[in-house]
């Protein structure tokens, strides 16, 4: 029994640390989502504005 409590006791460390680095690394894929999201939008305003240009003028 006495192994099991240590072996436990090593891989909840692990654990805990396994666990906190997919939380930050969830963080990071949502910030760039909003990035790439804001880009889209910045790009999709420029292609209205091109789109009211007459095609002479481009």
Do not use: C, W, Y
Request: net charge negative; hydrophobic share 45%.
């Amino acid at each position: 029994m006495d192994l099991v409590i240590q072996a436990t006791g090593s891989l909840l460390p692990k654990l805990v640390k396994l666990l906190k680095e997919e939380r930050n690394l969830e963080k990071g894929v949502k910030k760039q989502i909003e990035f790439l999201h804001g880009e889209l939008e910045n790009a999709r305003a420029v292609l209205h504005e091109v789109a009211e240009v007459p095609l002479d003028q481009l």
